[in-house]
């Protein structure tokens, strides 16, 4: 009975050295494969923490060179936030809060430079948007009509529909295109919730224009 035993045992040795003999490496490799995946993805999670770290520590300085009305540090820090940290949420961020203030500054060149960068590389369609839309305020103060149009043909998400209308109205009524400019207001007042503050604004253009949303109802019945 041992003997037999002997035999099982050996014959099952054998079996396992030539399935080694065949698949050894394959499992080796695949098992270093694995492993160095691992190792890649732990490297790559905390150097990703990392990175989000120093950029938000960036941003602080950014937020507080703003808040003193600093153009000109906001713009240098703009800058390393733009040149180390290109693909974070703090750049996108960085990038409208600089560009307001250079607008609000006067800096018109250096807000467009810095509002550009963000409407051709934010992840995000909302920041794209908030970036065209004040793209095309600079471009309206400065007269160019169909630059500002084209941009904000371009800022198309969904939460700034309100925003964006009203922004083409004040573009068109520059142009003396009055009739538009209260067809784009109404499409404004429309969108906007009755809870923004800023409906009111869009609702006084209008009513500017000899328009009123509130009649609209009744033009509109038979």
């Not at 190792?39 to 120093?54: C, H, I, L, T």
């Not at 920041?127 to 371009?154: E, F, S, V």
Request: aromatic fraction near 8%; hydrophobic fraction near 45%.
């Amino acid at each position: 009975m041992a003997k037999n035993l002997d035999l099982e045992e050996q014959e099952q040795l054998d079996q396992l050295k030539a399935f080694w003999a065949r698949y050894g490496s394959l499992i080796l490799l695949t098992v270093a494969l694995a492993l160095g995946t691992f190792a890649g993805w732990s490297f790559y999670k905390n150097w990703k923490s990392g990175q989000e770290a120093k950029a938000g520590a960036l941003f602080d300085d950014l937020e507080t060179a703003v808040k003193a009305g600093d153009v000109d540090k906001t713009t240098r820090v703009f800058s390393d936030m733009r040149d180390h940290f290109p693909r974070t949420a703090y750049a996108e961020q960085s990038a409208l809060l600089a560009g307001k203030l250079q607008a609000d500054k006067g800096k018109a060149e250096a807000a467009v430079a810095t509002l550009t960068w963000a409407a051709e590389h934010a992840s995000d369609t909302e920041y794209r948007t908030m970036a065209r839309l004040r793209l095309a305020g600079i471009a309206l103060d400065q007269k160019k009509y169909d630059d500002a149009l084209k941009l904000l043909a371009a800022a198309d998400a969904q939460e700034f529909v309100g925003l964006v209308a009203d922004r083409r109205g004040d573009v068109l009524l520059a142009q003396g295109k009055k009739d538009e400019a209260k067809v784009a207001y109404l499409q404004a007042w429309k969108a906007l919730d009755p809870s923004v503050e800023y409906r009111v604004i869009t609702e006084s253009k209008l009513t500017a224009l000899g328009a009123s949303p509130s009649e609209e109802p009744a033009k509109a019945a038979p």
